[in-house]
Nanobody
């Protein structure tokens, strides 16, 4: 069974930082592209950053440029999202998702290429 489990969410003051983790099991980690998404209350889901199985990375939302970065640790089967300079507009549930194996899936802002999803972790930024 494939599982993606997010953790690390919580409440942080504006200007602060946070690191989210997504632990992946049940699939060949190195063969899958992984993405972070978020969904704020009453808003559509946004695709944020991609870590492709090939090693490439991509950003899909300009609002996180220079503030959020994505990384992965194959030894731990874990994807990370590093969030900095947080603002109340970053308040959302953050999800990770997997696409693959290899070119069987793809990263996209809409999430259309994703095959597996986590249940999310809530991030709340207080002003």
């Amino acid at each position: 069974e494939v599982q993606l489990v997010e953790s690390g969410g919580g409440e942080v003051q504006a200007g602060g930082h946070l690191t989210l983790s997504c632990t992946v099991s049940g699939l060949a980690f190195d063969d899958y592209s992984l993405m972070w998404f978020r969904q704020a209350p009453g808003k559509e889901r946004e695709g944020l950053l991609c870590s492709a199985w090939s090693g490439a990375t991509g950003r899909y939302h300009d609002s996180v440029k220079g503030r959020f970065t994505i990384s992965r640790d194959a030894a731990k089967n874990t994807l990370y999202l590093h969030l900095n300079s947080l603002t109340p507009n970053d308040t959302a549930t953050y999800y990770c998702a997997a696409a693959g194996p290899q070119n069987a899936g793809y990263c996209s802002e809409s999430g259309a290429g994703m095959s597996y999803w986590g249940k999310g972790t809530l991030v709340t930024i207080s002003s």
